[in-house]
């Protein structure tokens, strides 16, 4: 199983600041890995697959990069509604499918 | 758009079976392409994945979890099932389906609210 390490486990940010999430993985996965958002009582979105393409809809505030074990998540201007868990996810090498364990932006 | 929507008993005693199903709305559960998947959250933690179905009814469970789950499709009804044997506590979680691309994406694009499962006598 691969295991998939977030960091960091919550973070603290004003909106507008540029936030950076990490994401690694215990083997290679290539560019096999996604990123989501998640609000409390919301369906999970799905922002970045590929590691740097943007899903549909998404906004160009957010940006992926990264392959093989390191991987981050930019968003370049923090919004309101930006303030949330982020996961990611790998899918190069399954079942299972794993995440990590998500961190949490918050004011 | 395509809509997921869980249902199922809100408590489940231990050692019984919690079964759950996905309603699949605005298309259908037979398109070529698509993986349906239960994904759960236990309370305060992250994302764990159960298990996925293909509409052929091709199964792939989380190692984990597999000696104690089935997941099947019904396509006739546009829903597929998720049943758990002999819970315990530690299967109290909140437990989304969703759909994942086998080809475009490859990632979880379409997710249901979740449905809250509750294990205690």
């Known amino acids: 199983e691969i295991v998939m390490t977030q960091s960091p486990a919550t973070l603290s940010v004003s909106p507008g600041e540029r936030v950076i999430l990490s994401c690694r993985a215990s083997?290679?996965?290539?560019?096999?890995l996604a990123w989501y958002h998640h609000k409390a009582g919301q369906t999970p979105r799905l922002l970045i697959y590929?590691?740097?393409t943007r899903a549909t809809g998404i906004p160009a505030r957010f940006s992926g990069s990264g392959s093989g074990t390191e991987f981050t998540l930019t968003i370049s201007s923090l919004q309101p509604e930006d303030f949330a868990v982020y996961y990611c996810?790998?899918?190069?090498?399954?079942?299972?499918?794993?995440f990590g364990g998500g961190t949490k932006v918050e004011i | 758009q395509v809509q997921l929507q869980e249902s199922g008993p809100g408590l489940v005693k231990p050692s019984q079976t919690l079964s759950l199903t996905c309603t699949v709305s605005?298309?259908?559960?037979?398109?070529?392409?698509?993986?349906w998947n239960w994904i759960r959250q236990h309370p305060g933690k992250g994302l764990e994945w159960i298990g996925c179905?293909?509409?052929?009814?091709?199964?792939y469970y989380n190692p984990s979890l597999e000696s104690l789950v089935t997941i099947s499709i019904d396509t006739s009804k546009n829903q597929f099932y998720l049943k758990v044997g002999s819970v315990t506590a530690a299967d109290t979680a909140l437990y989304h389906c969703?759909?994942?691309?086998?080809?475009?994406?490859?990632?979880?694009?379409?997710w249901g609210q979740g449905t809250m499962v509750t294990v205690s006598s």
């Open positions: 996810q790998q899918y190069d090498n399954w079942p299972p499918l794993t």
């Open positions: 605005g298309g259908t559960i037979s398109s070529e392409g698509y993986y």
């Open positions: 083997q290679s996965v290539g560019n096999n």
């Open positions: 179905i293909y509409y052929r009814g091709n199964t």
């Open positions: 969703a759909r994942r691309s086998l080809y475009d994406t490859r990632s979880f694009d379409i």
């Open positions: 590929g590691a740097s």
